[in-house]
């Protein structure tokens, strides 16, 4: 509340961020109320006009105590000024006007302000400003009157409802009351919290009452209604006994019967299962004794193939025996070229490696030749540039001598140059002064004849006046007299211009010849410093050429040297390259022979082996004939056999897939 009264009335004005203040606004063009945006310490720095909402840097007002019109202290002193509240009580409330810029207000004028509230015109300034007082007795310097039209000028009326409602608001409580209020209220609405509080506490209390005796009645129904349910399951289950052992009667009779009819049918079926013994076991008795006599003949079977069995594992034993044998032969074989490869390779390795202790001693020895050479060429290099050196110092020696001495001539010649420009400058004084002493003679004299002429031509006009008639013939020769004598003085104009002109195209011509010999003068001592200068240059050229041709002899050299060198290195390099490609070479046509070694034993082995392959499956055939022959007693056999173990059988299979 203290906020918002503060922020309506303009009751803050410290000069802290969000606080109030007086400044002047340049868009406004007038001292108005700034919201305080930005400051540091005590200084303002940006603020938010009240009226026109423009944001701008702080500037001080132009209407405060510092700036404005002079008003004297002793007139101040004696200016009674009226309380907020005496003015607003006092002074007309039906002229209220609504405040602006534009407006033109008058003193004791009652003044409703968009940001300060209702106030009046306290005293009136100089440069259409006002001291406006408002609520608190705050005063406030502002403008008025800048309106063009009458309209302007008059403002906008405020009703008197309309300035009644906003005193009322402004009359209103102090903050001190409207705290103390707050704190009344807040007191009121904790007490009504509080009996509030109690009395939801009775209710509840009463609602907790309420609610333990219905569930006392509920519990107590709940028994009764229980009794009553144990008593009808009690007489339920009387009944029911009763009834089980009537069932349990009926079923043991039933039973009784059942069972003797299940004894004679279990007699009967034993004295047809003594039958069927009998029968089976005169069956089985036949069929032992054909299996007796197949089995007999199985064993002589199995017999006579176990004997062409172990003949054909002798005939493989020799057959592996054999392969053994040649493979070990074989392997000796290998073994022994391995060995002749082994000391190949070393000796090879050997004889490499002094081969490239031989290269890396010659090698060597061209380094160390190279680094002599080289050595040797860098101190011929040094000699060289300490000579050039030697040469460019005196080359600079002659080139300062010969710039000191065109430095010389050079100043001679501007020595000579400025004297001759003063001796000119003189002359074309001295000159230019006898034309404007003639040039004033001429006008003096050209003044002369006019004011000889008007004084004619005035006593004309007087002899004119008197006889008109006669002067007008006479004014008539007059004027081509007058005509003539313009035409004569026009003409002497012209010849003197003329001569003049003359005089000066002479004087002009004079110096120009003076300036071409002079200048003739210095181009010939250019010519002969120029031809100084390029005898120089040739001299140097030419000690340059000869020490390039030196320097070009030596490179010369130098790159021959450097290519025998090279051809040497390369001679040496193909050397070994071709060693190395001959070795290289020796190893390949090694390993090939390696190769077909070894592909040769490859072919016969794989020969051997499918020779064996061819056998063994040759075997397996007559094998699989045999039992082809013999397969028409064994089916029998395999069926009764199959009938017997089923389940042996599938156990194998399922072990087999796995």
């Not at 105590?65 to 007309?92: C, F, M, T």
């Not at 002798?314 to 022994?336: D, I, N, P």
């Not at 040496?572 to 190893?587: E, F, L, V």
């Not at 016969?604 to 004939?625: D, E, L, M």
């Amino acid at each position: 509340m203290d906020q918002i009264f503060e922020s309506h009335f303009g009751g803050s004005s410290s000069n802290s961020n969000g606080g109030e203040t007086d400044g002047y606004c340049p868009k406004c063009r007038t001292d108005t109320s700034h919201i305080i945006l930005e400051s540091y310490g005590d200084e303002i720095r940006r603020v938010q006009c009240a009226v026109c909402g423009d944001i701008h840097a702080y500037k001080k007002p132009r209407g405060s105590a510092e700036d404005a019109e002079p008003v004297s202290v002793a007139r101040r002193r004696k200016l009674q000024k009226l309380d907020w509240l005496q003015g607003i009580e006092n002074y007309d409330r039906k002229s209220a006007v609504r405040y602006s810029p534009k407006a033109a207000l008058v003193l004791h004028q009652i003044v409703v302000h968009p940001s300060f509230g209702v106030g009046f015109v306290s005293e009136v300034l100089g440069d259409n400003k006002l001291e406006t007082t408002f609520r608190n007795n705050v005063t406030r310097v502002i403008v008025h009157g800048r309106g063009v039209t009458d309209e302007e000028l008059r403002g906008e009326r405020v009703e008197e409802e309309e300035l009644r409602n906003l005193l009322k608001l402004e009359m209103g409580p102090t903050p001190e009351e409207i705290a103390a209020e707050r704190e009344r209220r807040i007191a009121e609405e904790e007490a009504e919290k509080r009996r509030i509080a109690e009395e939801r506490r009775l209710e509840a209390e009463r609602k907790r009452k309420e609610a333990e005796a219905r569930r006392e009645e509920e519990r107590r129904r709940a028994e009764e209604e229980r009794e009553r349910k144990r008593q009808e399951r009690e007489a339920e289950r009387k009944r029911k006994e009763e009834e089980r052992a009537r069932i349990r009667a009926e079923k043991e009779a039933a039973r009784l019967a059942a069972k003797k009819a299940r004894e004679e049918e279990a007699e009967r079926k034993r004295q047809e299962r003594a039958r069927i013994a009998a029968e089976k076991k005169a069956e089985r008795e036949r069929i032992r004794e054909e299996k007796a006599k197949k089995r007999e003949e199985l064993r002589l079977a199995r017999e006579a193939e176990r004997k062409r069995k172990e003949e054909e594992r002798a005939a493989k034993a020799a057959e592996r025996e054999r392969q053994r044998k040649e493979k070990e032969k074989e392997r000796e074989l290998k073994r022994k070229e391995a060995e002749k490869l082994k000391k190949q390779r070393a000796l090879e390795r050997e004889r490499e490696r002094k081969e490239k202790d031989k290269e890396r001693e010659r090698k060597r020895k061209e380094a160390e030749k190279l680094k002599k050479q080289r050595e040797r060429e860098k101190e011929r290099k040094r000699k060289e540039a300490e000579k050039l050196k030697k040469q460019r110092e005196r080359d600079k020696e002659r080139k300062r001598k010969e710039a000191e001495k065109l430095k010389k001539q050079r100043e001679r010649d501007k020595e000579l140059k400025r004297k001759e420009k003063d001796k000119e400058r003189k002359r074309k004084e001295a000159e230019k002064k006898k034309a404007a002493a003639e040039k004033k003679k001429a006008a003096a004299e050209k003044k002369k004849a006019a004011a000889a002429k008007k004084k004619a031509a005035a006593a004309k006009k007087k002899a004119a006046a008197k006889k008109k008639a006669a002067a007008k013939k006479k004014a008539a020769a007059k004027k081509k007299a007058a005509a003539a004598k313009k035409k004569a003085a026009a003409t002497k104009k012209k010849a003197a211009k003329k001569s003049a002109k003359k005089s000066a195209g002479k004087k002009k011509k004079a110096t120009k010849k003076k300036a071409t010999k002079k200048s003739a003068g210095k181009k010939k001592a250019t010519k002969k410093a120029a031809k100084k200068k390029s005898a120089g240059k040739k001299k140097k050229a030419a000690t340059k050429k000869t020490s390039k041709k030196k320097a070009t002899k030596k490179a010369a050299t130098k790159k021959k040297a450097t290519k025998a060198g090279k051809k040497k290195a390369a001679k040496k390099k193909t050397s070994t390259k071709k060693a190395g490609k001959k070795k290289a070479g020796k190893k390949k046509a090694a390993k090939k022979v390696t190769k077909k070694k070894t592909s040769t034993k490859k072919a016969g082995k794989k020969k051997a082996a499918k020779k064996v392959t061819k056998k063994k499956t040759s075997k397996k055939k007559a094998a699989k004939k045999k039992k082809a022959a013999k397969k028409p007693a064994r089916q029998s056999k395999k069926k009764t056999a199959a009938k017997k173990k089923p389940a042996k059988k599938k156990a194998g299979k399922k072990k087999k897939k796995r």
